[in-house]
């Protein structure tokens, strides 16, 4: 049974940094895409990163380029979201989802597997 389960969330005040994991099983992770999304509250899923199988090709949203870093560790089966300079509009809800393709998207509908979600909110 194919798994994906995000970790590391909580309340941060501005400027500060979390690092979100999404721990993987029930597949071989080393040939699958991983995308990280996030859902505020009244507004639609957005894609904020994403890393490709084999080549760890990355890309980001424009709002979190430079201050969040995506990376890959295929050994451990996880995939980790660094998140640096935190601002209160990145509060939401993120996703880690999987895709069995090696190139990464930032549309949820490149996605077929998703996790629960974990809460990060950035207050003062």
């Known amino acids: 049974q194919l798994q994906l389960v995000e970790s590391g969330g909580g309340l941060v005040q501005p400027g500060g940094s979390l690092r979100l994991s999404c721990a993987t099983s029930g597949f071989t992770l080393e040939y699958y895409a991983i995308g990280w999304f996030r859902q505020a509250p009244g507004k639609e899923r957005e894609g904020v990163s994403c890393?490709?199988?084999?080549?760890?090709?990355?890309k980001y949203t424009q709002s979190v380029r430079g201050r969040f870093v995506i990376s890959r560790d295929d050994a451990k089966k996880t995939v980790y979201l660094q998140m640096n300079n935190l601002k209160p509009e990145d509060t939401a809800v993120y996703y880690c989802a999987a895709r069995n393709r090696y190139i990464c998207g930032l549309l949820d509908s490149d996605y077929d597997y998703w996790g629960q979600g974990t809460q990060v909110t950035v207050s003062s």
């Open positions: 890393i490709s199988a084999k080549i760890n090709s990355t």
